[in-house]
């Protein structure tokens, strides 16, 4: 079975870092794109930053500048280094996966996994 881990997430104050982590594990076969998406009780879910195969990156304008998304390959692990953060910045962060792979001798394509999410608290 495929499972995507995510760590990295804490308390952190207003202006400061933090580097979320996100593996994947299993018999996977490619990833193409992976994603940090965030939610939290006042909002709904929200795409933060994907990154695919090739390296193309996409983000929303909320975190523009002060984000980036990273992934190394060989790894099955994407990144998200996360500066300047602000107390709007609080949330689950959830990584998500488009990949391809096997179970029981079948194979899936273009299946969305989702990790169980990492909370990342901006407070004084």
């Given amino acids: ?12 104050q207003p202006g400061g870092s933090l580097r979320l982590s996100c593996t994947a594990s299993g ?6 794109t ?3 998406y965030r ?3 006042g909002k709904q879910r929200e795409l933060v930053a994907a990154i695919t195969s090739g390296g ?17 390959n060989t790894k099955n692990t994407v ?4 500066n300047s953060l602000k107390p709007e910045d609080t949330a689950v962060y959830f990584c998500n996966a488009d ?3 096997s179970d029981y001798g ?3 394509y273009g299946v969305h996994y989702w990790g169980k999410g990492t909370l990342v608290t901006v407070s004084s």
């Fill in 34 to 36: 992976m994603g940090w």
């Fill in 99 to 101: 990949l391809d792979y």
């Fill in 56 to 72: 193309s990156t996409n983000y929303a304008d909320s975190v523009k500048g002060r984000f980036t998304i990273s992934r190394v």
């Fill in 1 to 12: 079975q495929v499972q995507l881990v995510e760590s990295g997430g804490g308390l952190v």
């Fill in 79 to 82: 990144y998200l280094q996360m």
């Fill in 106 to 108: 079948r194979r899936y």
């Fill in 39 to 41: 939610r939290d009780p």
């Fill in 27 to 32: 018999s996977i076969f490619s990833i193409n």
